[in-house]
């Protein structure tokens, strides 16, 4: 199997340059992704993906809810980004991870919030890979990335009141039970794995060492596919000139910092952008991308790191993050709360405005938004926030609000979802976590 698919990813159609590969969207006239399945455009030729997107510490619980179904879903004031997706997504309230109960405040709430594992204590870290790493592991051969792990914020290091270690505060993606997978923070850096831009010429456009080869494309496919391809190119552009900008930011940086580690300075002494909303508008751009060329169909994007300090002077909030969300109740954390669904909302709708075949990618894609847990003062993981975009190539029904709070603490696993997520991905596993059942009613 994995002979055929390395086969699969050399027949792919790909524009190279200098130092550079460009990969291309779905195009109906010709078989872009090396398959002619897909150019058949029934629902379930096209590639599956799933991506991940974390928010710490809690949400307005006031103002995040939803009810009804489809077009007549109501949705609570938090949640008011999502409104013109609402019969693409689905709310989910009442799962939980049982092992990120009864540990302590933070760490132990964060570090198995995409495996569900029980966490050790101290110096040697010990948990369970997640859930996107259980997929890339199994579908990753397909593309020529398995994964792609992304985050808005810097990694800390050290240890928590609790004892347990801030690594687990800081990662949301783990390959084994001892090693995060390395999270990528730097947009620029993002953005050159994506078209294994290399060397020295990084700082000449990707586009102006393919155009020759682009060009020559565009007269072999149609004309809905040209127009297409045009727009491709200037999304990759613009983002390209978005990151080239973080680039140079980065580099002044690592010339000031001389000897110590950027990872030890201060955003955005380190070369990260001062303005976070830039950054993350950045990092869901190059998911976007990512999923659009095929470049890989599993990532994650820790917005914000457990114990945040980050700051949103744009919201008109004067706490941090962390200290917002302890008056999780207020006007403050609510604008907050709904910032970060937004995010969800703006990589979801990039996604619905890429065609494939009758569909976009979002149709054929799962978006997962989720907390580590329900109210910042209390610390409740009780009731983990979950959000979904996308259908999932036709195996995951959408426009629902699915409440398992009243039901039995054996029906509300969190691993639950994430078994039902592999199962619809093509990966029929017995179980997941502490779950061994996927999620009933899902």
């Known amino acids: 199997m994995r ?3 390395f086969s699969q990813i050399s027949r792919r159609t790909l524009l190279r340059g200098a130092g550079v590969t460009v990969g291309l969207p779905w195009l109906e006239s010709i078989p872009v992704w090396g398959s002619s399945l897909a150019q058949e455009g029934s629902e379930g030729s096209f590639p599956k993906r799933f991506a991940a997107l974390f928010m710490a510490c809690g949400i307005n619980p006031d103002h995040w809810w939803a009810k009804g179904a489809g077009s007549d879903m109501e949705l609570g004031k938090s949640l008011a980004p999502m409104e013109p997706l609402k019969n693409k997504m689905n709310f989910i309230s009442g799962l939980f991870n049982k092992n990120s109960t009864g540990v302590g405040i933070h760490p132990g709430q964060t570090g198995n919030i995409l495996s569900g594992a029980s966490l050790q204590k101290g110096s040697e870290l010990r948990g369970g890979i997640s859930v996107d790493q259980v ?9 020529v990335q398995a994964s792609l792990v992304l985050g808005c914020e810097q990694p800390i290091t050290g240890y928590h009141e609790t004892n347990f270690s801030m690594a687990y505060s800081s990662h949301i993606s783990w390959q084994n039970a001892t090693s995060p997978v390395p999270m ?12 294994d831009n290399r060397g020295s010429r990084r700082n000449q456009s990707v586009l102006d060492r393919v155009k020759e080869q682009a060009a020559s494309l565009s007269l072999d496919v149609s004309g809905g596919d040209r127009a297409k391809l045009d727009e491709f190119l200037t ?9 080239e900008r973080m680039r140079m930011e980065k580099e002044s ?9 950027l990872i030890s300075m201060k955003r955005p002494d380190n070369g990260l952008p001062e303005d976070i909303r830039e950054h993350m508008r950045l990092m869901c751009d190059i998911v976007a991308l990512a999923f659009q060329m095929d470049k890989t169909r599993i990532a994650t994007l820790l917005l914000c790191r457990d114990i945040s300090g980050l700051f949103y002077p744009f919201l008109d909030a004067r706490n941090a993050h962390h200290s917002a969300s ?4 207020s006007d403050e954390f609510e604008r ?19 065609q494939e075949g009758d569909g976009t990618v979002l149709d054929h894609s799962c978006l997962m938004f989720i907390n580590n847990m329900w109210r910042g003062s209390t610390h409740d993981s009780s009731n983990v926030p979950l959000l979904t975009a996308g259908g999932l190539g036709g195996s995951l029904q959408t426009g629902r609000v699915l409440n ?8 509300r696993k969190l691993c639950s979802f994430y078994l039902s997520l592999m199962h619809r991905m093509g990966h029929d596993a017995d179980r997941f976590g502490d779950a061994d059942t996927p999620l009933a009613d899902l």
Request: charged letters at 25%; proline letters at 3%; a negative charge.
């Open 326 to 329: 302890h008056n999780e109740k």
């Open 3 to 5: 002979s055929n698919s």
């Open 135 to 143: 997929l890339a592991n199994q579908l990753g051969q397909q593309t």
């Open 184 to 195: 990528e923070v730097y947009p620029s850096l993002a953005f050159d794995s994506l078209f």
């Open 235 to 243: 999304s990759v552009r613009e983002v390209e000139k978005r990151a």
């Open 253 to 261: 940086a690592a010339e000031r910092a001389q000897d110590q580690p």
């Open 336 to 354: 907050i709360s709904t910032y970060y669904c937004s995010q969800l909302a703006y990589l979801a709708s990039r996604l619905d405005q890429m």
């Open 404 to 411: 398992y709070r009243d039901k039995g603490d054996d029906q």
